[in-house]
């Protein structure tokens, strides 16, 4: 009788103090607490500038201005940190994974090592499409395409790992265009592969140009560093004297390549996920804060400074696409396997 009415007092003690947990709406929820942004890359990258930035302003658009805090975890081009999210981070929303979206194709391809699927993240949207540029040092002797193509040895590309757009859309080009080029792996993020160039250890490497220009700013104004070669199909801006790579494609295969680097490495590079499980209500109060944050006045300000483009998509578009990639019929994806996934 006694055994039975502690284990009556226990159990009535564990209700009163889930209940109010779990009957939080979002509006209570964030009070008091902080949210945590986990990037998949090294800091002083465009995944760790963009992250930055928008963690500074991001309490402020979301109910009970909770506090924010940026943490890094690198490793396998940020396989590490997407899985972090999907299998370890608390499903309480309270940890933002930003990690490279291509990825998800990945998965869809088959690579090992990912514990995800990209179709049950939460997804909050993505600051900006990138328009993925090749950057080469003034020390690797080339200036434009034509020296590029007319090089005698193989362009040094340095890359992070499979399912970053510093490995596959090199790996799209070269085998779209036939360049040369070498793509050197295992590098922990760009601001590592741009101390590797200017060092002469490689010539370059190709990301995205809405993150070359910010951070490497002192080697383009210098002349050091020289953007030579974009994806598209459409050319940037800042870039209209450089060359296209969806024009150089040698056959049908090689278009779709590229049409893939210029689709999934351009729109789904840089989005930010919540893992699996998180209330439907903080999911909705998230997306609204996320896009909240990148049309406030004052991120934009910052982001004119750093001289960090915006042009941001909700997390339901994003979501949308990632979907998509689930669906790509087999032809499209054994061309891909054999482009993107390692050799045996």
């Known amino acids: 009788m006694v055994n039975r009415l502690l284990r009556i007092l226990m159990l009535t003690a564990l209700v009163l103090v889930l209940v109010p947990s779990l009957s939080l709406g979002a ?20 995944f760790d500038t963009y992250t930055r930035l928008i963690a500074r302003h991001f309490g402020k658009h979301v109910p009970g201005n909770p506090r924010t805090v940026v943490q890094n975890r690198t ?20 940890t933002i994974g930003n990690w490279i979206g291509p990825l998800v194709l990945q998965h869809v391809l088959g690579k090992k090592g990912i514990k995800f699927d990209g179709r049950k993240f939460n997804w909050l949207g993505a600051p900006v499409t990138d328009d993925n540029t090749c950057a080469l040092t003034k020390a690797s002797g080339i200036a434009n395409l034509d020296d590029w193509m007319k090089s005698k040895r193989p362009i040094k590309i340095g890359a992070t790992a499979p399912g970053s757009t ?20 295992g590098y922990g993020g760009t601001a590592i592969i741009r101390v590797s160039a200017e060092k002469g250890e490689i010539d370059g490497g190709c990301w995205a140009w809405q993150s070359i220009k910010p951070t490497w700013r002192q080697g383009i104004e210098s002349g050091n560093v020289r953007p030579v070669l974009q994806v598209g199909p459409d050319k940037h801006p800042d870039l209209q004297d450089v060359a296209v790579a969806t024009k150089l494609a040698k056959d049908d295969t090689g278009k779709k390549l590229l049409q893939v680097a210029a689709d999934v490495y351009r729109a789904l590079s840089r989005p930010y996920s919540l893992p699996p499980g998180v209330p ?44 998509g990639l689930y669906d790509m019929d087999a032809a499209t994806v054994s061309l891909l396997k054999e482009a993107l996934l390692p050799k045996k």
């Open 75 to 94: 490793g396998a081009g940020s396989m590490i940190a997407a899985n972090y999210i999907y299998n370890r981070a608390r499903p309480d929303g309270l």
């Open 27 to 46: 509006d209570d929820f964030f009070k008091g607490k902080t949210i945590r942004f986990v990037v998949g890359f090294s800091p002083g990258g465009g």
């Open 166 to 185: 510093t490995d596959d859309v090199p790996k799209l080009i070269k085998a779209a265009t036939g360049l040369p080029m070498q793509i050197i792996e």
């Open 280 to 323: 439907a209500d903080r999911v909705k109060t998230l997306q609204n804060a996320f896009m909240a944050t990148l049309n406030d006045p004052e991120l934009k300000a910052d982001a004119d400074k750093s001289k960090l483009e915006l042009n941001p998509q909700d997390g339901p578009s994003v979501a949308k696409k990632m979907a």
